[in-house]
């Protein structure tokens, strides 16, 4: 008897068989993540809609105590409510109140986690481009595990024909 190797191209065609069943597996993984975080991604899409609402409420009523519902820190230190409520006050100045959003995109990264809004938004005085960063505010420990907290607005920044107001 006698034994038979595998030539040249009966390897090459189980690696190839091998290759299309690892990227057959791969792209199934990944359209199962991409597409199982949709729920969740929608949820915290429509948080953050609500979350920008407050804000817009509490600017326009000229309630920094309203908006504050939306700023990370505000309401934590009298140092940081003066910053956010300066900041307000000289986009107020700039573009007067607001009014409507005219077009947004709100992007979703789940890891690491960030909420980033973009926003071209009508204003008394113009159009301007509103950017806000949103991020998740850690909530207290239960069963020894954080929770996640509201969103809250990091980061507010407003561009109205190319300059930026600028937060001191």
Same mark, same amino acid.
């Given at each position: 008897?006698?034994?038979?190797? =595998?030539?040249?191209? @009966?390897?090459? !065609? ?5 290759? &299309? ?7 199934? &993984?990944?359209? +199962? $993540? /991409? +597409? ?10 429509? *948080? $953050?809609?609500?979350?920008? @609402?407050?804000? #817009? ?12 519902? $939306?700023? +990370?820190?505000?309401? &934590?230190?009298?140092? $940081? ?5 300066? +900041? ?5 100045d700039r573009a007067g109140s607001f009014r409507t959003v005219k077009t947004s995109k709100i992007r979703i990264s789940i890891e690491p986690f960030s909420v980033r809004a973009t926003l071209v938004s009508s204003f008394e005085k113009? *159009?301007?481009? *509103?950017?806000? /960063? &949103?991020?998740?505010?850690?909530? =207290? ?6 929770? #996640?907290? =509201?969103? !809250?607005?990091?980061?507010? @920044?407003? /561009?109205?024909?190319? *300059?930026?107001?600028?937060? !001191?």
């Amino acid at each position: 008897m006698t034994e038979r190797t =595998p030539t040249t191209k @009966q390897i090459a !065609k189980w690696l190839g068989i091998l290759g &299309l069943a690892y990227l057959a597996l791969f792209a199934s &993984l990944w359209a +199962y $993540a /991409e +597409y199982s975080s949709s729920p969740f991604r929608e949820e915290k899409k429509r *948080e $953050a809609e609500s979350v920008v @609402q407050t804000f #817009h409420d509490g600017y326009n009523a000229d309630q920094i105590g309203k908006a504050c519902e $939306a700023l +990370y820190g505000c309401s &934590l230190s009298s140092l $940081a409510r003066e910053g956010w409520n300066s +900041y307000i006050n000289r986009v107020r100045d700039r573009a007067g109140s607001f009014r409507t959003v005219k077009t947004s995109k709100i992007r979703i990264s789940i890891e690491p986690f960030s909420v980033r809004a973009t926003l071209v938004s009508s204003f008394e005085k113009g *159009e301007a481009t *509103e950017t806000f /960063e &949103l991020d998740e505010i850690d909530g =207290p420990l239960k069963d020894g595990i954080r929770n #996640h907290g =509201p969103l !809250k607005i990091m980061s507010y @920044q407003v /561009e109205i024909n190319g *300059e930026c107001i600028a937060a !001191k």
